[in-house]
T-cell receptor, first 115, second 116 residues
Framework: AQSVTQLDSQVPVFEEAPVELRCNYS??????LFWYVQYPNQGLQLLLK??????LVESINGFEAEFNKSQTSFHLRKPSVHISDTAEYFC?????????????FGAGTRLAVHP | EAGVAQSPRYKIIEKRQSVAFWCNPI?????LYWYQQILGQGPKLLIQ????????DSQLPKDRFSAERLKGVDSTLKIQPAKLEDSAVYLC??????????????FGPGTRLTVL
């Protein structure tokens, strides 16, 4: 069965420091990978996605993620975080099962940016 | 473009009571999803509709949960009777194509249910 593992439940970091949120997936077929962000008391918002092509994908607010097929990883990075990046981040994989597509989410990583 | 709307935002009930959640997807979106997000976990798909038909309800506890999307637009998720373990955030999402592999799901703000 396909699954997504987010290795860190919480990541504390100081403002302007770099950060990496780790995500590993298990799948034996082609994958489509996503990172969603959830700010307090809000729904999930798509941050970035990998469908095909370049293995490095970027978001509009400075985050990037790299698809690594050999390591089955899709880690999220940002070179310099802001207080406003404090949120929960979910990695997800879309799988085709039973005739339809479904998103499988990891347990989430809570990013806490401190001044 | 208006996003996915959900109501209520918060609900507190006692165990064995009934509760219903409402979702209005983005206009024109054929596919609608209900997820359950328990504290400390990622969202788990409960049910997926394409237009007014159920595509996948394999994770829906059918003895107490039900959902409908009668006209292929808005949807209602019901729990009857509620248990303590149903305390969670219930998220609704929609996507434009018929569950395409590459299409994006857009999420509503969720309904936070507390069962006492």
């Amino acid at each position: 069965a396909q699954s997504v593992t987010q290795l860190d439940s919480q990541v504390p970091v100081f403002e302007e420091a770099p950060v990496e949120l780790r995500c590993n997936y298990s799948s034996s077929v082609s994958v489509y990978l996503f990172w969603y962000v959830q700010y307090p008391n809000q729904g999930l918002q798509l941050l970035l996605k990998y469908l095909s092509g370049s293995t490095l994908v970027e978001s509009i607010n400075g985050f990037e993620a790299e698809f690594n097929k050999s390591q089955t990883s899709f880690h999220l990075r940002k070179p310099s975080v802001h207080i406003s990046d404090t949120a929960e981040y979910f990695c997800a994989v879309k799988v085709f099962s039973g005739g339809y597509n479904k998103l499988i989410f990891g347990a989430g990583t809570r990013l806490a940016v401190h001044p | 473009e208006a996003g996915v709307a959900q109501s209520p935002r918060y609900k507190i009930i006692e165990k064995r009571q009934s509760v219903a959640f409402w979702c209005n997807p983005i206009s024109g979106h054929a596919t609608l999803y209900w997820y359950q997000q328990i504290l400390g976990q990622g969202p788990k798909l409960l049910i997926q509709f394409q237009n007014n038909g159920v595509v996948d309800d394999s994770q829906l506890p059918k003895d107490r949960f039900s959902a409908e999307r009668l006209k292929g637009v808005d949807s209602t998720l019901k729990i009857q009777p509620a248990k303590l373990e149903d305390s969670a955030v219930y998220l609704c999402a929609s996507s434009s194509r018929l569950a395409g592999a590459t299409d994006t799901q857009y999420f509503g703000p969720g309904t936070r249910l507390t069962v006492l």
